[in-house]
């Protein structure tokens, strides 16, 4: 049984509660769960186990601390629910589009949930699209990627373009954003349609639309995309970002976006 358990904390950095006595019941049939309790609470007495909040815990390898021992932020984010999936900036990250480094980490999950701080470090959820959880369609545009030898759930290209236009503010405003999102070397148009489809908001098509036309000789924008995505835009002008007055309306997409990003100018936002 001590094999199997350091085999599992040498292979699994970070783990549940509840992954640990998945991974106890394999060789032991009753009292699993006080049984779990007892080698979390003895191995963190004795400094091989660390805390990010009860009932997520991470491997302190011999010779460091637990505030010395390296944490892939981005596979404790992957930890906090059951259903998490790294999105927003986290996945422009985890998909290597990051342009900044950040130190929030956003997660979808069915419902709401604290925010998280563990070493500096915040973890945001965000709940899933209501209209996503209607139709049962959580895992609609996710992948997954490979974190410490672990394989995580994040959205995908398509769906972190759409949901980046939707949320700037997740994926550290405008220019951050942009700057990310020019990034990808392509895009499957034919995805990005689907996901809009699915989430059937007209603010969003206006939004892809703008932004691909700006983009269209980089990502070899057909115009037939952007007519489709023209017939779901808005009976009425929306802004783009409500909290700033002002700003140009495009009148093909019914959006009012603020200058500096209709510019390209962000010495000026």
Same mark, same amino acid.
């Given at each position: 049984m001590s094999d199997t358990i350091e085999q599992f904390l040498d292979q699994v950095p970070v783990f549940t509660l509840n992954e640990f006595v998945t991974h106890l019941r394999k060789g032991v049939k009753r %009292? !699993?769960? /006080?049984? *779990?309790? %007892? $080698?979390?609470? %003895? &191995? &963190? &007495? =004795? #400094?091989? @186990? #660390? !805390? !990010?909040?009860? #009932?997520v815990y991470y491997v302190i390898?011999? #010779?460091? /601390?637990? *505030?010395?021992?390296?944490?892939?932020?981005? $596979?404790?984010? =992957?930890? $906090?629910a059951p259903d998490a999936?790294?999105?927003?900036? =986290?996945?422009?990250?985890t998909l290597g589009f990051g342009h900044s480094v950040f130190t929030t980490y956003y997660y979808f999950s069915k419902v709401y949930r604290r925010p998280v701080r563990f070493r500096g470090c915040i973890y945001q959820s965000v709940k899933v699209p209501q209209s996503i959880l209607e139709a049962g369609k959580e895992l609609v545009g996710s992948t997954k990627v490979e974190r410490s030898g672990i394989k995580i759930l994040i959205t995908d290209k398509e769906r972190t373009v759409v949901e980046a236009l939707e949320h700037p503010e997740y994926c550290g405003g405008f220019e951050e954003m942009y700057r990310s999102l020019e990034k990808m070397p392509y895009v499957q148009t034919e995805l990005i349609l689907k996901y809009l489809n699915l989430r059937g908001q007209k603010n969003l098509f206006a939004r892809t639309g703008f932004f691909f036309e700006q983009h269209r000789e980089q990502f070899h924008i057909e115009e037939s995309f952007l007519q489709t995505l023209e017939r779901h835009k808005p009976a009425q002008p929306l802004y783009w970002d409500r909290s700033r007055k002002g700003g140009v309306i495009k009148n093909r997409? %019914? @959006?009012i976006v603020p200058e500096a990003v209709d510019k390209r100018k962000w010495e000026e936002f």
């Open positions: %009292n !699993v769960m /006080t049984m *779990a309790y %007892n $080698l979390i609470k %003895n &191995r &963190r &007495r =004795s #400094g091989k @186990l #660390g !805390v !990010v909040k009860e #009932g390898k011999p #010779g460091t /601390t637990p *505030a010395s021992a390296p944490v892939d932020e981005y $596979l404790v984010a =992957s930890k $906090l999936m790294l999105a927003f900036h =986290s996945a422009l990250d997409w %019914n @959006l």
